[in-house]
Structures are given as structure tokens and as C-alpha cells.
């Protein structure tokens, strides 16, 4: 990367922005350094110069003058200034909000009252409801904007623009503080953090006064989450949170209702890992309801930990057609790099479920897979289905070339590598003992079913747990 600031900052336009901070220099309004568009014109992304390459740079900016380094830096400072600038105006352009305040700002200094009612009322027209903090924050902005200007006259408004322009500042400030301990209390879980939880137990008593200004249902979403990080045993809150966000999901921004089902989804996972099974039901529901919302797909891409997410949970409780109809409607939505991989190893662990073994063989060994967790996950499936089969002898060479891809696969961690060894090691017992099960004595059978049990609590790590559990439990 560039050293030099402006190189960094014209590196990251794409080709028509580009087009557009040229003609951007091109305008008087903005640029009268003549300088400036023509270094510019010399310049080609990604731009990378060397000495050499700087001083032919110089040689045609500045007309064969006698190279200078100052001459060339002050170019580049002038330049350097204008694209901030223009990428300013690109990030403001983003916002109405923005260009209608300073619109009513200029009316108002410039004493243009009928321009400043007319403009006013255009845009309490054009107002949405406000759902979220930036709504709020507008709103404060436009009732003070409204007070400036009522200071302009002799008498002030009728409507008392004082008292909304305080209270959309309460909403503001306390949907954000809550947004943000929210995530302070979440990250602190993940990286062992102690935040300063400034001002909460202020926020909590304000909040149980039930102002009605305050009765938002984004502040009484951040609310019932906050409650959820500190007391996850309270299941309470969390069904509270789930209802919430279902009757008002269609009132939300995209972005603040996956944030806050993310939430949700987060408190299911840590109850299922816990061994409460009850929440794979509320989670599936989650992903049913995000679906349903588009809030799964971004930019026409579902993402396959989502699409494979679904489809374990939907397995697990046995919703096997609607998860057969998901999995065939929704692959064409996968990013194409994965498609084929994902579809192939998703529809094979549903055959697998449903007891088809030799549709799983099939499928499973006519796709040649492209992706290492793929590759891995589809030999997990072989290597259950063998087992259930009986097919001792298939499941031993699968298990042993399956090692060895392990072993020589760069692309897996260590503990992934161990994880996996273990499983093949604690597999291969089960299976002699299911094996010796039709020919050795009952005794026998039992020592080493209580030698498997050892073995399953001493190996760690140890993937595909459950299964290995559950096949313990049949013998």
C-alpha cells in the first residue's frame, strides 16, 4: 500500500467514481487549480509510482520545469483536500436528512421565511414513523432547527418546539446507550472485557417511570435484550423479546431487525448448548420468520451457514417435507462458487435422515467436492451410513483414507485435526463392538461398551458427539 495519503484515497474509487471526481475538479465551484486535474489525468489505478515515475509526473504537470519535490507535495496537499471533500459530499448525498436540514438552515440565514415554511412542510409530509434512533435524532434536529427560527420573530411558535426537540433527545440518547451496552456486554463474553456500564442504572430507573416519549420499540427491544445478556435463566424476557420483534418487524430498517434477531438467535444457541433442546424449535422459528422477511438474503445471496443452519435444525425436529422443498427452492439463492457443494451435501444429509442410505451413497460419491468442509462433512455421512449398514469393511477403508486426508490437509486446524482423529478412533471401536455383538459373549460385549463409555469422556476434542452418543446408546 501507498505511503502517500491521496494514493490511498484515489485507490479506493471505482471506475465511476473516478469519472465522477474529475469532473468533480472540473468544476470551478470546487477547483480553479488547473494543477490538479492534471495530475490527475496522469494518474492510473492502482497507483503505485516510483521516483522515476513521479518525476515524469512533474516533467508534464508543470511543463519540463526543473523537478521539484515541495512543488509536486503541494499539488498532492491541494488534492489530497479536494477528495476528501468529495467523498464528504458522496457520504452526505446518502442521507435526505442531511441536505433538507441544511436546505432550512440557508432559508433561515438568509431570511427566506415563505422558502423556509414551504420546505418545512414538505418535509413533515414527507416524515416517516419514527422506528429508529436516527429517526429520532432527526426529528431533535428538525424541532431545533424549528426553534432557531422561531427566535427570529417577535412571538415564538404556538406548538411547543422546545419541549419535542428535548424529548426526541431522550429517545435518541437512550435508544443508543441501550443499543450500544447491548453490544458492550455482549463482546465482553467474547473477549473478556469488563466494560464501564456508565449511567445504566440511571437508564433503568428513567425507563420504569414508562414516560410516554420513551415508548419505543426499539428502546423496549434493546431493553428486553439487555435483560436476556444479565439474567439468561429469566426465559421470560426473551419469549417478551421474540413477540416484540415479530408484531413490528415490518416497522423496522433491515439492518436494525437482523441486529436484533441476531440477539435472539444468540440466546437460543447458548440454551441449546446448555442441553435445553426446547430452544432448537424457537430457533428454527427464527429462521423461518427471517426468511420469510427477506432478512437472510443480501443482495440476492443466502448464505450457506444460513441455508445449512435451517436444514439441521429442521432435520433435528423431523420437519422433513418442508426442509426437502427449502433445500430444492432455495440452493439457486447460494452463492454459485458453493452451490453445488452445499445442495449436493445438505440434500445427502437429509436422505440420511430419512433412512435412504443408497440415494445418500449415490449422491455423495458422484460429486467430486471443491470445498475442504464440504469434503469433510460428505465423509462424515459415508461413514455413518456404512456403520448403520454394517458395511464394516467399506468403513474401515473410508476411515482410514479419511485419516490420512485429515493428517496431510494443511487447511485444518490442529484441533480440528485431533477432533476429527478422535471421532475416527472412538467410530472404529463402536463398530467392533457392533460387529462382535452377533458372535462374542454377553460379558464381553459389556466390558467393552463400558470401555467405550471411558473412551468417549476422555477423548477431546471430539467431533460429531451427539452421533457418537446416540450410537453408544443402541448397543
Not at 256 to 277: F, H, M, P, T, W
Not at 404 to 421: A, D, F, H, L, P
Request: hydrophobic share 40%.
Amino acid at each position: 500500500m501507498s505511503k502517500i495519503l491521496l494514493y490511498q484515497a484515489l485507490n479506493s474509487l471505482n471506475p465511476s467514481e473516478w469519472q465522477q471526481f474529475e469532473l468533480f475538479l472540473a468544476h470551478p465551484l470546487f477547483n480553479t487549480n488547473k494543477k490538479c486535474q492534471m495530475y490527475l489525468s496522469q494518474l492510473k489505478v492502482p497507483i503505485n509510482l516510483s521516483d522515476s515515475d513521479h518525476k515524469r509526473l512533474f516533467s508534464k504537470v508543470f511543463n519540463n520545469e526543473k523537478f521539484s519535490e515541495q512543488k509536486l507535495k503541494d499539488v498532492r496537499k491541494v488534492l489530497y483536500k479536494h477528495i476528501k471533500k468529495f467523498l464528504a459530499l458522496k457520504e452526505i448525498e446518502k442521507n435526505e436528512n442531511d441536505w433538507d436540514l441544511a436546505i432550512l438552515k440557508q432559508f433561515r440565514n438568509r431570511g427566506l421565511n415563505d422558502l423556509y415554511n414551504i420546505q418545512k412542510k414538505a418535509i413533515e409530509k414527507k416524515l416517516p414513523i419514527a422506528n429508529i434512533p436516527q429517526d429520532f435524532l432527526f426529528q431533535h434536529q428538525l424541532a431545533e432547527e424549528a426553534e432557531h427560527f422561531a427566535e427570529l420573530g417577535e412571538l415564538r411558535q404556538t406548538d411547543d418546539q422546545l419541549q419535542q426537540m428535548v424529548d426526541w433527545l431522550d429517545s435518541f440518547y437512550i435508544a443508543k446507550k441501550l443499543k450500544w451496552i447491548c453490544e458492550m456486554m455482549n463482546r465482553s463474553r467474547i473477549v473478556n472485557t469488563n466494560y464501564q456500564l456508565h449511567l445504566l442504572d440511571e437508564i433503568k430507573l428513567i425507563l420504569k417511570k414508562e414516560y410516554p416519549h420513551l415508548q419505543k420499540v426499539i428502546i423496549n427491544a434493546y431493553y428486553l435484550v439487555y435483560e436476556t445478556l444479565r439474567q439468561a435463566d429469566d426465559v421470560e424476557n426473551f419469549y417478551r423479546l421474540k413477540s416484540l420483534l415479530d408484531e413490528n418487524v415490518e416497522k423496522l430498517p433491515r439492518a436494525e431487525a437482523i441486529s436484533l434477531y441476531r440477539y435472539a438467535q444468540n440466546y437460543c444457541i447458548g440454551k441449546i448448548n446448555k442441553g435445553d433442546v426446547l430452544f432448537m424449535e424457537e430457533l428454527y422459528n427464527i429462521y423461518k420468520k427471517l426468511l420469510i422477511n427477506g432478512l437472510l438474503i443480501e443482495k440476492g445471496i443466502l448464505a450457506h451457514p444460513h441455508f445449512k443452519n435451517i436444514i439441521t435444525l429442521g432435520l433435528r425436529l423431523k420437519d422433513f417435507d418442508w426442509i426437502y422443498t427449502f433445500i430444492e427452492e432455495s440452493n439457486n439463492m447460494l452463492d454459485s462458487n458453493i452451490r453445488e457443494n452445499a445442495y449436493h451435501f445438505n440434500l445427502a444429509t437429509y436422505y440420511y435422515e430419512i433412512g435412504n442410505f443408497d440415494l445418500v451413497i449415490d449422491l455423495l460419491n458422484s460429486v467430486k467436492f471443491n470445498d475442504v468442509y464440504y469434503e469433510i462433512s460428505s465423509k462424515y455421512i459415508l461413514l455413518k451410513v456404512y456403520y448403520d449398514l454394517n458395511e464394516y469393511s467399506l468403513l474401515g477403508y473410508l476411515t482410514s483414507s479419511f485419516e490420512r486426508y485429515i493428517k496431510r490437509n494443511k487447511e485444518v486446524s490442529t484441533q480440528n485435526r485431533q477432533g476429527i482423529v478422535n471421532f475416527l478412533f472412538v467410530l472404529k471401536n463402536l463398530a467392533k463392538i457392533k460387529e462382535w455383538k452377533g458372535f462374542k459373549k454377553k460379558d464381553f460385549i459389556e466390558k467393552q461398551l463400558e470401555k467405550a463409555k471411558l473412551l468417549l469422556e476422555k477423548k477431546k476434542p471430539i467431533v460429531n458427539l451427539p452421533w457418537l452418543k446416540a450410537k453408544l446408546e443402541e448397543l
